[in-house]
């Protein structure tokens, strides 16, 4: 029977038959293309095939479908991204950052199932992207959205669906599994280097920013209200797993990533099956070396328990798996000439030199600017102005300025010297004894006041959505605001008239604004930027006396009886809060409606109560402050000095000369095993 061309088509029932055929002919041809890179038809035959799929949907259009080819070249612009709560938490990943990191993550795993049984493992990549879950019911993609802070993530459903690489409706090979009714997958998205090379080089001719990097480049692409420009961004997707294996007839992450493929998923090629330790370290080195080989960045290799159901006895710690790890690859490092030192005040009033660097790209960033920390750490790196010098991103991102390299000298190079003065203000500088620090003594430098304010307004601090640094320096520089109350009368008409702003921007950052009047006590003390106080020591202060005008009336020696306050600490709040300047400023947050939210009362079965616990040596299930966190919570008390009021030292990795003077004082030492014992039943 001849089949009919689309203008031939008539009646809605001959377009339905047709369209099927057309969106499974390109869904299949897609994944040949991007997926599997084996194309079965030519360009002009997938585009003819499209074309016609365009036109009946245009004629019909009441039978578009969410999984057409026609869904991906993006939909129209979203006023905002809305929350999604993911099923299970997409947890991070504890890192190794050498080979013996990896032999001490399965000795961690045997310890845990008190087992010698050998184990396998599945190696991959660590690809350099932005992590995302695409939801799929009966096969359709209903939903994809960012990790977000690991539990809520955003609804990025409509740029998801212009990657080509992600089916918009599962495949089911021919005897192999039905995917389940709902199935959560997670994967990396991404842009190869070649095709970031050719984004920048688009950007520039054009005359806009360029990217940093590729990670940056796709998590920005992702993060676009208007999908158009998501499509014409050049992302990819590899899938690594699913939030649970539940419903899938797989007995391994080997199989799984099998099954995800036979689902029309891209698994990445350098996946490979290790069955001992040794195996995959022998992986870890292959991949390091074939790093600068591959199309696309990658930071490491991620190591996972390949038996699914050892993954489940093995379970997760607060915020990352037992059962996976990170093998970190050494920070990348180049050589450059240090041209000049610019020195750049904190909110603190910390003068900090800050290397000017010949360009140098390290790792596909170029890198012309690096932190020197502070005087001492010059002089101890015997720096010149003209040295050759060793950079390295630390962890890959950050640019650290290693040594400099004295061989290359000419003689030519010259002493670097702090200036007497600051360089904002012209304030005479001061350093104090035992401080590393030279700093601005005049408060009212006019950066330490700017940084104040990105403090103040920052994730850190009040964490204002739409108010980051550039938005700030815009506000101060226009005269909007000079200090912090004027964040509070800030209004939508006023910040719709700066450049670059519109009605819609406007309004977002107002109601950002205002919803921040109502800070946790702890939030509004860290916000305030008061030197020594950080959010651990900002919740003891909130624990303790739970109200503002309670500390602002505490004594320096009322401060000290609390465990955890040191002299300095106790030192700053006082003079903070003695100083009129700061109460005036308080006084007209309160004006402006700035109001404190009441404490969450401790929980009467406190199980800590009455215990003081000194930490010595590094934790593997949680971090430091985690573990003193839990205790606080849990109504304990930390120590932060060995002495006889401690009832419970927690030795963990490497405890030092602590340890020593505990026993000797015949404390009473528990291992972190037994911490999480202890605090297990009450969590």
């Known amino acids: 029977m001849k089949q009919l061309s689309s203008l031939e088509i008539s009646e809605p029932a001959q377009a339905e038959k047709r369209l099927q055929e057309l969106r499974q002919q390109l869904n299949l041809h897609a994944h040949r293309y991007y997926v599997l890179d084996n194309p079965l038809i030519s360009d002009s035959e997938y585009d003819r095939m499209f074309l016609e799929l365009l036109k009946l949907e245009e004629r019909f259009p009441e039978l578009v479908s969410p999984d057409s080819p026609s869904q991906r070249v993006g939909g129209l612009p979203l006023p905002e991204f809305s929350q999604v709560s993911h099923s299970f938490p997409m947890l991070s990943l504890e890192n190794a950052f050498d080979e013996q990191g990896l032999v001490d993550f399965e000795e961690r795993l045997r310890r845990f199932l008190k087992s010698d049984t050998p184990l396998s493992y599945l190696t991959e990549p660590k690809m350099d992207g932005a992590a995302v879950e695409i939801v799929y019911e009966n096969g359709l993609m209903i939903q994809g959205s960012t990790r977000g802070d690991g539990r809520i993530g955003e609804d990025i459903t409509a740029n998801l669906r212009t990657i080509p690489t992600i089916p918009l409706r599962l495949f089911h090979e021919k005897g192999g599994p039905s995917p389940p009714g709902r199935l959560e997958v997670r994967g990396e998205v991404y842009i190869k280097l070649a095709d970031f090379r050719k984004l920048n080089e688009q950007r520039a001719a054009h005359g806009d920013p360029l990217f940093a990097n590729p990670r940056n480049a796709a998590a920005g692409s992702l993060r676009q209200l208007d999908p158009k420009i998501t499509v014409a961004r050049p992302l990819n997707f590899s899938v690594y797993g699913v939030s649970t294996p539940a419903g899938l007839p797989c007995r391994t992450q080997y199989e799984l990533l099998n099954t995800l493929?036979?689902?029309?998923?891209?698994?990445?090629?350098?996946?490979?099956?290790?069955?001992?330790?040794?195996?995959?370290?022998?992986?870890?080195?292959?991949?390091?070396?074939?790093?600068?080989?591959?199309?696309?960045?990658?930071?490491?290799?991620?190591?996972?328990?390949?038996?699914?159901?050892?993954?489940?006895?093995?379970?997760?710690?607060?915020?990352?798996?037992?059962?996976?790890?990170?093998?970190?690859?050494?920070?990348?490092?180049?050589?450059?000439?240090?041209?000049?030192?610019?020195?750049?005040?904190?909110?603190?009033?910390?003068v900090t030199p800050v290397a000017l660097l010949e360009p140098v790209s390290i790792g596909g960033v170029t890198v012309s600017r690096a932190t020197l920390h502070n005087e001492d750490e010059m002089k101890r790196k015997d720096l010149r102005i003209g040295d050759t010098v060793l950079?390295?991103?630390?962890?890959?991102?950050?640019?650290?300025?290693?040594?400099?390299?004295?061989?290359?000298?000419?003689?030519?190079?010259?002493?670097?010297?702090?200036?007497?003065?600051?360089?904002?203000?012209?304030?005479?500088?001061?350093?104090?004894?035992?401080?590393?620090?030279?700093?601005?003594?005049?408060?009212?430098?006019?950066?330490?006041?700017?940084?104040?304010?990105?403090?103040?307004?920052?994730?850190?601090?009040?964490?204002?959505?739409?108010?980051?640094?550039?938005?700030?320096?815009?506000?101060?520089?226009?005269?909007?605001?000079?200090?912090?109350?004027?964040?509070?009368?800030?209004?939508?008409?006023?910040?719709?008239?700066?450049?670059?702003w519109g009605s819609k921007s406007a309004e977002n950052a107002g109601a950002a604004i205002e919803a921040s009047k109502q800070p946790g006590l702890g939030q509004l003390l860290c916000a305030l930027g008061i030197r020594y106080v950080g959010e651990v020591t900002a919740q003891l202060l909130e624990r303790h006396y739970g109200t503002l005008p309670a500390i602002m009336q505490a004594t320096e020696n009322d401060l000290l009886e609390i465990e955890g306050i040191g002299e300095q600490v106790a030192f700053s709040v006082v003079s903070y809060f003695q100083d009129e300047s700061n109460r005036a400023m308080l006084e007209d947050l309160r004006s402006l409606g700035l109001r404190i939210k009441a404490a969450v009362p401790r929980r009467q079965n406190s199980p800590l109560e009455g215990k003081n616990f000194l930490f010595t040596g590094g934790l593997t299930s949680m971090s430091r402050n985690e573990a003193k966190a839990t205790v606080k919570e849990l109504g304990g008390q930390v120590a932060t000095s060995l002495n006889r009021k401690v009832t419970h030292v927690v030795t963990g990795e490497n405890p030092g000369s602590k340890l020593q003077k505990a026993r000797e004082l015949g404390l009473n030492l528990i291992t972190e095993e037994e911490f999480i014992q202890l605090i297990k039943p009450a969590r």
């Open 261 to 350: 493929a036979g689902f029309g998923f891209r698994v990445n090629p350098q996946v490979k099956r290790c069955e001992t330790i040794s195996e995959v370290i022998s992986q870890y080195q292959r991949l390091l070396a074939i790093r600068h080989q591959l199309e696309y960045e990658i930071d490491g290799m991620v190591v996972k328990v390949d038996s699914l159901l050892l993954q489940q006895r093995l379970g997760t710690k607060t915020r990352t798996p037992r059962w996976a790890i990170a093998a970190k690859f050494p920070a990348t490092q180049e050589t450059t000439l240090l041209r000049g030192i610019e020195f750049s005040v904190g909110r603190t009033g910390a």
């Open 391 to 500: 950079i390295q991103r630390a962890g890959d991102v950050i640019p650290e300025v290693i040594k400099a390299v004295p061989e290359k000298r000419t003689g030519k190079e010259l002493p670097i010297l702090m200036p007497e003065n600051c360089p904002e203000c012209g304030e005479k500088l001061v350093r104090q004894a035992l401080e590393s620090a030279t700093r601005c003594p005049n408060a009212l430098c006019p950066a330490q006041k700017i940084r104040a304010l990105i403090h103040f307004a920052g994730r850190n601090g009040m964490d204002i959505e739409g108010l980051g640094r550039k938005i700030i320096e815009q506000l101060v520089e226009s005269g909007l605001v000079r200090d912090i109350p004027d964040i509070y009368r800030l209004d939508s008409h006023s910040l719709s008239n700066l450049p670059g």
